[in-house]
């Protein structure tokens, strides 16, 4: 089989990673090798968001400067995949003529016959088709790419909730959840190439197989938990309304279960909440926070928030501000609210001014900046357990005592924080280093979105449960 080069631009969430490796993967078994220069490509496919609207301009800017590459290599296949290709669908064939496929969210496995198609024939194709089968979207299971020691895993598509500003259920589909066997199955050839975490992805995490009768999420994540050779388990999203006590519950007794939650909160205020459809209150997510710091004393908590919803007064935007103050979020992903298509919020009143959302981001944004570094600080002399991702690619400019040039390395703690370290000569020859490796690392300095440590290899005398505590060194 020839060697054909393929280039995917991956824009967006952690789904839309998932997905591009899952298109890798199809398009390996028609001989398509990725490479990381668009200009050597034969086959460019752009994976795309349409959360907000920056993500969906970022997406047509990038396909523009393509149609200069298309009019050098008249041979070149360009491809548009993911929540724009489902949301414009045959518009974006108007819009840049030089476009081979437009292929929406369910079609990924699609994908290898509709190239097969345009190789031979070179014809347009679009295929937005929002099927329901889950069976026909079966993840293609192999390994793709070089050995990392996390990976995503989707475990439900679609959404049916309907937040009024989100686009996530038009553009892709209802809620459909895959069955325990097939998950578990692709976790398992995961482990065997060395992967040692996992991040569960779906909309809402919480409806787990509920549509469909299948196992609860809590039981599915005990299941994952008894993988052997699997260290950690993550997840994301939960949403607020449907996290249970069984779930909050699998944080006292999975061992693997990092003790981290994103719980997007979008809003303090109950006015605000229950015009973006929700469907819970301040008060009930303040419980549920309360309970999983009751199950989990150090549980590693981080949220989205939406400023300027349409409505959203000063006073609606003073009660997110004291509710971040109450919870003292581990950290937060802020955004300012964007129009989209088809959500039901496009069409109501009281737009607020763009100057306004800024303000109001720059706010909350500073208030989260002081809280985490706060909380970070505090980890300072601690010892984290570390699953480390690798060797930073930064250049180093410093030196070691010995005179040696340091190799800096990276991971995550098993509430989620990064830490960064050098790996001095006694690491190094240990064999602890690399990827997919747990590593005592004593965090010395604290920054605001990172932390920095020196790893140790002699265990202190101070008792630890594995990866669930820090001690104090
Ligand atoms: N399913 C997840 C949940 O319910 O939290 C959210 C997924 S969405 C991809 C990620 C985040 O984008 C949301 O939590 C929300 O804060 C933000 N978002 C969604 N639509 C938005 C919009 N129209 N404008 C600004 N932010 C938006
Ligand atoms: Fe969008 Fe709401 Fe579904 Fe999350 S739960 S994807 S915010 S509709």
Redesign the pocket.
Known sequence: MNVKYLYINTIG?QMNVYDSEQMAGHLALLGYQQTAFPEAADLIIVNTCT??EKAEQKAYSFLGRLARLKRKKKSLIIGIGGCVAQQDGKQILKRLPFVDIVFGTRAIHRLPDWIRQIEKKRCQIVDVELTEEVRADEPIIGWQGETQSSRFVTIMRG?D?Y?A????PFVRGREISRPPESIIKEIRSLVSHGVREVTLLG??VNSYGKKEGLCSFAELLARIDGIEDLLRIRFT?S?PKDLDADLIGSYRHLKKLCRHIHL?V?SGSNQVLKQMNRKYSRELYLDKVSKLRDTSSNIAITS???VGFPGETDADFDATLNLVKQVQYDGL?A??????PN?P?VHYPDKVSESRKNERLQILLAMQDAITRKKNQALVGSIQEVLTDGLSKKEISSKLADGRQPLQATGRTFTNKIVNFYLDAQVESSGDIGTGNLLDVRIEKAFAHSLWGKPVLAQPTAKRVKGVDSYAA
């Open positions: 969430c959360i907000r959404c909730n937040c500003y989100c686009v996530v909309q809402n999203t949403h997007p979008q989205d928030i939406i992903f955004f300012k609210y964007s129009d989209r959500a919020a």
